[in-house]
């Protein structure tokens, strides 16, 4: 008997079409091991499930004198064992000579089901149909997972490139800078536009689309005021902010936020911001938290006192 692992389910489909137009006769045995929990409810371990293919591989060959049949395993463990003949009977029997191998039986009640092709073809369809696009779904939360993971590594690994003395220079650099510096944070370009239009007129401005892009910007470039968006295409805002105040305990931090994002404001809040200015921006609203900042304003004191000299 072949059996067959990878691509299972494409597989399996297509040899269903193939033997409902040239062979429907052929019978299909479903196995439903997905269904089969330990004595305690639980999930049963992957190696006990390997031990249960190895019985059924071995008793089948036993029971039913089919070289030709193929065993299929599926990515939720269920089995379908396509043969030329195999009756009711004969199913019985192999159950019979599986159930005191392998715990609980799988003569437990819809666990094993016996098709034949030609009749049962649309059931057998779509049965392939569906664990095909369940498939589909886990794979693709699989990816979605392991682009986390990797992009987290990959900033993990990026914050430890991060220069020291640049860290600790901080407070010094921004304190000695007599030119107020404003950051943005924030990932869309209409927004980004916006606050450029309404600041870049009064302020020197820098942008970051990207939480790991904002915290070496933030390094680099020390700044008076930082505007942060809370929701960032690779790091949650909460995360930027916790960062942020790591590496610069006294940071002036306004979050950005949509009108549903009240609750995340508050944690933002709590986290050590300053408040928050809602979506869409107002010029007036972005002024006064920068003039709230206490480095805009100490900045503007030492002019003032500079121009009061030079007068």
């Known amino acids: 008997m072949k059996v067959i692992k990878e691509k299972t389910e494409e597989r399996l489909l297509q040899t269903l079409r193939n033997f409902w137009e040239e062979f429907p006769t052929h019978r299909c045995l479903h196995l439903k091991l997905s269904q089969i929990q330990d004595p305690s409810g639980n999930v049963v371990p992957e190696n006990t499930v390997k031990e249960w293919l190895d019985v059924i591989f071995i008793t089948f060959s036993e029971v039913v004198d089919d070289k030709s049949s193929k065993l299929y395993v599926c990515h939720d463990r269920d089995v ?39 009749v049962d073809w649309p059931k057998l369809r779509t049965l392939c149909e569906k664990k095909i696009e369940t498939l589909e779904i886990l794979n693709s939360q699989r990816q979605i997972e392991w682009k986390e993971k990797t992009s987290k590594i990959s900033r993990e690994e990026m914050l430890k490139t991060l220069d020291k003395d640049l860290i600790s220079s901080l407070a010094m650099r921004r304190e000695q800078r ?64 916790e960062r942020i105040f790591k590496l610069d305990p006294d940071a002036y931090v306004v979050m950005f936020s949509g009108n549903g994002d009240k609750e995340n404001v508050m944690k933002a809040v709590d986290l050590g911001a300053k408040g928050f200015v809602g979506k869409p921006f107002t010029q007036e609203r972005l002024l006064q938290y920068i003039e709230k900042s206490p480095f805009i304003q100490e900045k503007q004191k030492k002019e003032s006192i500079h121009g009061d000299i030079i007068h």
């Open 80 to 118: 379908f064992i396509l043969t030329r003949t195999l009756t009711h009977k004969r199913v019985e029997e192999l159950l019979a000579h599986l159930s005191p191998k392998l715990t609980p039986a799988l003569s437990s009640p819809g666990l094993a089901t016996l098709f034949e092709i030609g």
């Open 178 to 241: 007599e030119t107020p510096e404003i950051m943005i944070v924030e990932d869309d370009l209409f927004s980004q536009k916006l606050i450029g239009n309404a600041l870049k007129s009064k302020y020197k401005l820098s942008m970051s689309s990207d939480g790991a892009g904002a915290l070496m910007s933030y390094v680099n470039k020390a700044p008076d005021v930082l505007f942060l968006d809370i929701g960032l295409p690779d790091m949650n805002g909460h995360e930027v902010l």
